[in-house]
Nanobody
Framework: QVQLVESGGGLVQAGDSLRLSCAGS????????MGWFRQAPGKEREFVAA????????YYRDDVKGRFVISRDNVKNTLYLQMNSLKPEDTAVYYC??????????????WGQGTQVTVSS
């Protein structure tokens, strides 16, 4: 069993940056493909980024490419999402998940509770 806890969300202005963290416990995250998703009010949960357990690089949705970077620190057992040049449309609850690199949330086995990101214009 893997427990995931996100942190680092907040209220920022357009153009600002945030770094989200996803701390793992129970098992080492280096054994899992990992991903980030987000869900805005009234919308379905959508894929943001993912990377493989061997940290071979990231996969991103088109509208965050060049602005967001997914990474992990295996010593700290933590996954990160560096978000730059934030836009109001990035506003959502952000979730980390373990078990896949798929864009389909149903393919993931473990989820955190989410952290709110709000970007004002």
């Amino acid at each position: 069993q893997v427990q995931l806890v996100e942190s680092g969300g907040g209220l920022v202005q357009a153009g600002d940056s945030l770094r989200l963290s996803c701390a793992g416990s129970g098992r080492t995250l280096s054994n899992y493909h990992m991903g980030w998703f987000r869900q805005a009010p009234g919308k379905e949960r959508e894929f943001v980024a993912a990377n493989t357990w061997f940290n071979s690089g990231g996969y991103y949705r088109d509208d965050v490419k060049g602005r967001f970077v997914i990474s992990r620190d295996n010593v700290k057992n933590t996954l990160y999402l560096q978000m730059n040049s934030l836009k109001p449309e990035d506003t959502a609850v952000y979730y980390c998940a373990a078990g896949s690199t798929s864009t389909d949330p149903e393919q993931y086995d473990y989820w955190g509770q989410g952290t709110q990101v709000t970007v004002s214009s």
